[in-house]
């Protein structure tokens, strides 16, 4: 095993952009042993994911730094650093950031490799320029099991 597998340096990973929020895929690919996919979100002031639910996946969501508005089933609120929520399979939730400023959170999705393909695709959607192409969002959501229980927002 290479030493790349075993340590990131701070900003290390494969770094994707959503308009202005950012990624960055610090563990990720099915692994020995097993692991989940480890996702460093920096998102921008005014990012939401709106409210969506995955069938067969588990989220959890750490928040690092700033603040966020977080939902999972019939609990939501505002939550700051070292807060922590788990999303079970099958369970409405969303992050947004409420701020001013930049915020971050560890997005943690098991089982591994079930989404990373998903926010490469994401990317190269938002990567064009215009309004925010709902329908290929629409369609990408219903191929990586997300199904949005919200409106999609330009922000």
């Known amino acids: 095993m290479s030493i790349e597998q075993l340590y990131l340096p701070p900003g290390g990973g494969e770094t994707l952009s959503l308009r202005g929020t950012e990624l960055v895929l610090k563990a990720t ?3 020995e042993g ?3 996919t480890v996702i460093e979100f920096i998102a921008a002031p005014g990012f939401s994911t709106g409210d969506h639910v995955h069938s067969k996946i588990e989220e959890i969501l750490y928040v690092v730094d700033g603040e966020f508005n977080l939902r999972s089933g019939e609990w939501a609120g505002r939550a700051g650093p070292g807060s922590f929520v788990r999303v079970p399979p099958r369970t409405a939730h969303g992050f947004g950031n409420p701020g001013s400023a930049p915020a971050t959170l560890l997005l943690i999705i098991s089982p591994a490799s079930a989404r990373e393909e998903y926010f490469r695709e994401l990317a190269a ?3 064009k320029p215009g309004p925010l192409d709902t329908a290929a969002i629409a369609d990408l959501r219903q191929r990586y099991d997300e199904v949005q229980v919200s409106p999609l ?3």
């Open 153 to 155: 927002t330009a922000s």
């Open 34 to 36: 097993g692991g989940p």
């Open 125 to 127: 959607i938002l990567a």
């Open 29 to 31: 690919g099915e692994r």
